[in-house]
């Protein structure tokens, strides 16, 4: 039986992968799509979620699979129902890249507002915290999980200086600029949205290894 039950693991780690790189396929092309301005790219993206959803559904019936076949204790137990909640974080990051092709569809055909400099930074890190906290996940890698956490509030600064400068210098001067500065206010934010939910699976991740909650105590982590 703890041979099945360790093939099984294994199948599920490498669903939770699968997940994983869909979702950050779809940021990746979220913001190819707008620096693109690239319809066809954007409604790619909206139109792959379908899959991912379906995805989302086959991890948790198997996680609770598991969990009512073989009552795992200890780090097993604990993996599995990480893997559930990474399984939720990823789906709703991969929703989130919906989300910014929505708005690019909203912009494709209106001029440029502004050059696009600190929208692709922001989308730089949140890529990279997404990335590495599924390596984390992968390697069990504490550290790596910890850096993380902490790289959170980079991606908060940028999003305020991205909205800050949309609202100061566009749209308190010239409110007729709000149907271009808007969307690009909201993917600023979906942006830090997939950072927090990053960091919401590093968090897991550590409770995963060290059994130590650490959700609203990143101090500790310094």
């Known amino acids: 039986m703890e041979r099945h039950f ?4 294994k199948e599920l780690h490498k669903e939770i992968l699968k997940m994983g ?16 301005r690239d319809k066809a790219g954007a409604q790619e993206v909206i139109d792959t ?22 009552q795992p204790v200890a780090f097993d137990l604990r993996f ?10 990823l789906e709703r990051i991969a929703d989130l890249a919906v989300d910014i092709c929505q708005r690019v569809l909203e912009l494709v055909d209106k001029p440029l507002l502004k050059p696009l400099i600190d929208i692709p930074k922001l989308s730089t890190i949140a890529q990279k915290m997404v990335h590495d906290s599924i390596d984390s ?3 069990k890698d504490m550290d790596l999980a910890k850096k993380v956490v902490l790289s959170d509030s980079e991606a908060d600064q ?9 609202v100061n210098d566009y749209m308190a001067r010239d409110t007729s600029t709000a149907t271009r500065a808007v969307p690009l206010f909201l993917i600023a934010r979906h942006l830090e949205r997939i950072c927090d939910h990053a960091t919401n699976i590093a968090e897991d991740v550590i409770y995963m290894v ?3 909650v650490v959700k609203h105590h990143h101090q500790d982590l310094e």
């Open 158 to 166: 940028l999003r305020n200086l991205v909205q800050e400068e949309l």
């Open 49 to 70: 979620d379908t899959r991912i959803d379906e995805l989302e559904l086959l991890i948790d019936e198997q996680c609770i699979d598991l969990i009512a076949r073989y």
């Open 6 to 9: 360790d093939e099984e693991l």
């Open 80 to 89: 599995i129902t990480t893997g559930m909640k990474l399984n939720a974080e």
């Open 21 to 36: 790189a869909l979702a950050q396929e779809s940021i990746y092309k979220s913001i190819e799509a707008l620096k693109n």
């Open 210 to 212: 060290e059994g130590k």
């Open 137 to 139: 996940f992968i390697k």
